[in-house]
T-cell receptor, first 113, second 115 residues
């Protein structure tokens, strides 16, 4: 089945630094989604991307849908302690037979004060 | 703000026992989902449900799993005969509509521990 890869697997950064993480796939997706998961909670949607090349911001977060439709990146500017968590990308595709929703393995972000 | 709720928050069961995980989706949502997350791993899609029937299911969702909407508010996942490898967080989600433009709202999860 379709699989997503995320890099880096984990990162430790200083408060105030910018963060960049990305997600790649061998398959094309129609939509890319970025979620954040904090301990003991379910994933929360951060940004949704619907068109190849689309660049979308949500506060300090910026994400882009790759031109090839096989990748996406998420940037966090000026990180703060509450940015700590696991960031999952998810790819969404659909055809006449149904829809497919696949999560990446996640990037664990730690922010040092 | 409306939210998806799940009960129990933690369920411990013995191998071979049946468990039912319960979810109350957001009230005006029509599509419901179950996902699984084994400790330290990615979130995996199990099944989607609409209009009282399964819309899609993954390879993980085999005959030991079933879903039901027994009344107007609850959405349940039953695991018939639990195995050790069923130990995971199980997340319920719901959305207003089908497709990527409809955000799926996730519940806090039920941690299932099979001993």
């Amino acid at each position: 089945g379709q699989q997503l890869n995320q890099s880096p697997q984990s990162m430790f950064i200083q408060e105030g630094e910018d963060v960049s993480m990305n997600c790649t796939s061998s398959s094309i997706f129609n939509t890319w989604l970025w979620y954040k998961q904090e301990p003991g909670e379910g994933p929360v949607l951060l940004i949704a991307l619907y068109k190849a090349g689309e660049l979308t911001s949500n506060g300090r977060l910026t994400a882009q849908f790759g031109i090839t439709r096989k990748d996406s990146f998420l940037n966090i500017s000026a990180s703060i302690p509450s940015d700590v968590g696991i960031y999952f990308c998810a790819g969404f595709s659909w055809d006449n037979y149904g829809q497919n929703f696949v999560f990446g393995p996640g990037t664990r972000l730690s922010v040092l004060p | 703000e409306p939210e998806v709720t799940q009960t129990p928050s933690h369920q411990v069961t013995q191998m071979g026992q049946e468990v039912i995980l319960r979810c109350v989706p957001i009230s005006n949502h029509l599509y419901f989902y179950w996902y699984r997350q084994i400790l330290g791993q990615k979130v995996e899609f199990l099944v989607s449900f609409y209009n009282n029937e399964i819309s899609e299911k993954s390879e993980i969702f085999d005959d030991q799993f079933s879903v039901e909407r027994p009344d107007g508010s609850n959405f349940t996942l039953k695991i018939r005969s639990t195995k050790l490898e069923d130990s995971a967080m199980y997340f319920c989600a719901s959305s207003e509509g089908r497709g990527p433009t409809y955000e799926q709202y996730f519940g806090p999860g039920t941690r299932l521990t099979v001993t």
